[in-house]
Nanobody, 118 residues
């Protein structure tokens, strides 16, 4: 049972940047892909970015060219650099393992709130 703790959220103006951090309780990068997810009020939780054990990355179309997922294995930490933020990026952001498009983790932490003002 690997746990993740998200941090780095906050209030930012449209066009600004934030860097989110995800600290893992143990080494998991060699066995699982890791994803950043987000959920806006009243909306479905969506996958926005993922990174595989081999370092391959993938992004939702809505964030391509603006967000970058990366990791620091020595710190057991995954990052999400978010640039050119838009009001529609406002959501609670979560990190977790990535299993498949249709099978998602069952346990979620508290996430970190990102609010983008227009």
């Amino acid at each position: 049972q690997v746990q993740f703790v998200e941090s780095g959220g906050g209030l930012v103006q449209a066009g600004g940047s934030l860097r989110l951090s995800c600290a893992a309780s143990g080494s998991t990068f060699s066995i699982n892909a890791i994803g950043w997810y987000r959920q806006a009020p009243g909306k479905q939780r969506d996958l926005v970015a993922r990174i595989s054990p081999g370092g391959t990355t993938d992004y939702a179309d809505s964030v391509k060219g603006r967000f970058t997922i990366s990791r620091d294995t020595a710190k057991n930490t995954v990052y999400l650099q978010m640039n050119s933020l838009k009001p529609e990026d406002t959501a609670v952001y979560y990190c977790n393992t990535y299993i498949s498009r249709r099978v998602w983790p069952s346990y979620w932490g508290q996430g970190t709130q990102v609010t983008v003002s227009s």
